[in-house]
């Protein structure tokens, strides 16, 4: 079944981005030009997703702001015959279906998704968090979807890690199915290096079922009081089959300022109207070093 819909988590408190998210959501800060929302949003509709419901939280209004059209801006640069411009400004309204729902406190990513039930209604769709930046044409999503359409079940995005960091993420437990998929058997929050079932961690891109829905309105809250999505998970792979993808891509953790820094770097010198400057830029730098 086609996934016609995206479901995006934006209502966390972005401490590890602290203190620009004092004022500005995670969700927002841009690479380059764009904000992080925008790549993974455009990743989406690269899929086939039409509509897209964004997680937001009270004082994240700005997430909103984004997705409007500026009538009284698009009729100045049409007047000054600005096509470019123009386009830019339109660019975001035009790129999906937006709507959005509220999350009051950030209770965790899976209390998150479960406040998108209704507007998913009674069908698969795909989790993407935003903060994770994946550099790849087709995009991630694009990918998952063959995997899903092919295994008809969900699937989860992974990728595989130094054993010395794993300790920081969710992992799978797996049964290999193909060179990049593997039939997953558990799933792991941050498990210590010896407990670890494997390297392949989880990545901020899911296609699930709607019956993920029921079993998250029943998840208690777990680690640090926040309901787990990986609980979720747990739970459904006793009822249903979950694929874990190792995609093909560069992955940033964008949620973070060191994440974002390299992102920037790597977006910077891979486009084409920033390249030259970016490089230059590298080796004056490199030489200043020396
Ligand atoms: P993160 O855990 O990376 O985001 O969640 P965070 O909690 O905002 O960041 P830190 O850890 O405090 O720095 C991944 C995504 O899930 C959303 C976040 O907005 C982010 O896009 N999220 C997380 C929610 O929407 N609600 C939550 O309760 C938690």
Known sequence: MKIRKAVIPAAGLGTRFLPVTKAVPKELLPIIDRPLLHYVIAEAVEAGVEEVIIVTSPGKESIGDYFRSYPELEQRLADNSDEGNLALVKEASDLARVSFVTQHQALGLGHAVLMAKDAVGDEPFVVVLPDDIIAHSPGAISQMVQVSDRLNAGVIAVEQLPWEVIHNYGVVDGVPESERVHKIRGLVEKPSREEAP????????????????QILENTRPGAIGEIQLTDALVEMITAQELYAYRFQGRRFDGGTPMGLLKASLAFGLERADTREDARALLRELQGQED
Do not use: E
Not at 200 to 212: A, E, K, N
């Open 198 to 213: 494997s390297n392949l961690s989880i990545v901020g891109r899911y296609i699930l079922p709607p019956q993920i829905f």
